[in-house]
């Protein structure tokens, strides 16, 4: 049976479904905090904190785990720089806690949620894993210091680890069932189709005075589908004792913000009234993955390749989720 913590969120959801799809039993952990209990698609749940390490233990007395899939962390770069010490708390204690856990009943198989955020600015364009880790929030700081504990972990007690570092995951389940959710919401499609769906005025570019060909801010952008692929992929890898500590997930193609709102333009057939604003603190002026590593050793390819395909099940979820679909 796999853990899969933080398993009624965007990507641990989405990746349930990939897993059920595949036949593999799943029992999700989540604390519901930012998750939603009607996303998670697998008939065993429960709801706790990885801070409450006597709820851990039984989740790992009750069922028969043979690996985990830890999605369980909070988020948001801008307030974990307001707010540095839960992000340190939930993040790195919860995953020490895990790990405990895991280390009390034999458990050695985790594949772990890691973001672009721990390589900071970059040096040079596409990034690949080799590249220095130099992370500009709280937030990036956790997720290079969970990859650093759990590669301690593997050398001192054997522990098998994959980290999957996200560039910007954006899309939605194209059956429609579950999709991208977050309250307040921060992430930039979400927001530009809510302005296309009326939900918002406008959308504020962050900056247009950046060393990009148009001014604006540079992602790459992939689908969570293609990310929750990447973790059964990644998982049937370590089970072989082959994987590399880390790969890059994207689909190794930048889109700039302005690029972004006039894809949501065409995919929705609506204007979408923009404001240009100044930069937000911490953004790097563009982040793009090089894939190639994920490519080579887990046979990975992206399957929705271009930025409409992945805006257009943003689209149909969005219409979905607020009854117009
Ligand atoms: N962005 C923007 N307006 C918004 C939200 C985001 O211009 O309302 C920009 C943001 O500055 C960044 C890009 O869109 O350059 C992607 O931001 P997001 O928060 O979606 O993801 P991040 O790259 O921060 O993980």
């Known amino acids: 049976m796999i853990l899969v913590t933080g398993g009624a969120g ?16 799943v029992v999700a952990l989540d604390n519901l905090s930012t998750g939603r209990r009607e996303f998670v698609l697998c008939e065993d749940f429960v709801e706790a904190d990885l801070l409450d390490r006597h709820a851990l233990e039984k989740v790992f007395r009750d069922y028969p785990i043979r690996s985990v899939i830890h999605f369980a962390a909070k988020t948001a770069v801008g307030e974990s720089v307001e707010n540095p010490e839960i992000y340190y708390y939930n993040n790195v204690v919860g995953t020490l806690n895990l790990l405990s856990a895991m280390r009390t009943h034999g458990v050695k198989e985790i594949v772990f949620s890691s973001s672009a955020a721990v390589y900071g600015d970059p040096e040079s364009l596409p990034i690949p894993e080799d590249h220095p880790k130099r992370p500009k929030s709280p937030y990036g700081r956790t997720k290079l210091m969970m990859e650093e504990i759990l590669a301690d972990y593997a050398r001192a007690y054997g522990m098998g680890y994959v980290a999957l570092r996200y560039f910007n995951a954006a899309g939605s389940d194209p059956e429609g069932v579950i999709g991208e959710w977050h309250d307040p919401e921060t992430h930039l499609i979400p927001i530009v189709l809510e302005a296309a769906l009326g939900l918002r005025d406008h959308v504020e570019i962050f900056g247009t005075d950046y060393n990009t060909p148009d001014g604006t801010c ?17 998982l049937e890898r370590l089970r072989e004792g082959a994987a590399s500590p880390a790969y890059n997930l994207g689909t190794g193609v930048g889109h700039s913000v302005r690029e972004v709102i006039e894809t949501c333009e065409r995919v929705t057939g609506r204007e979408i009234p923009v404001v240009e604003g100044p930069r937000r603190p911490g953004d790097p002026p563009a982040l793009v993955a090089d894939p190639t590593r994920a490519r080579r050793e887990l046979g990975w390819e992206p399957c929705f390749a271009s930025l409409e395909e992945i805006v257009a099940t943003a689209w149909r979820w969005m219409l979905r989720r607020h009854g117009r679909g």
């Open 10 to 25: 965007y990507i641990g959801s989405h990746t349930i479904k990939a897993l059920l799809a595949r036949g593999y039993r």
């Open 218 to 234: 540079i992602r790459d952008f992939i689908h969570v589908v293609d990310l929750a692929e990447a973790h059964v992929l990644a």
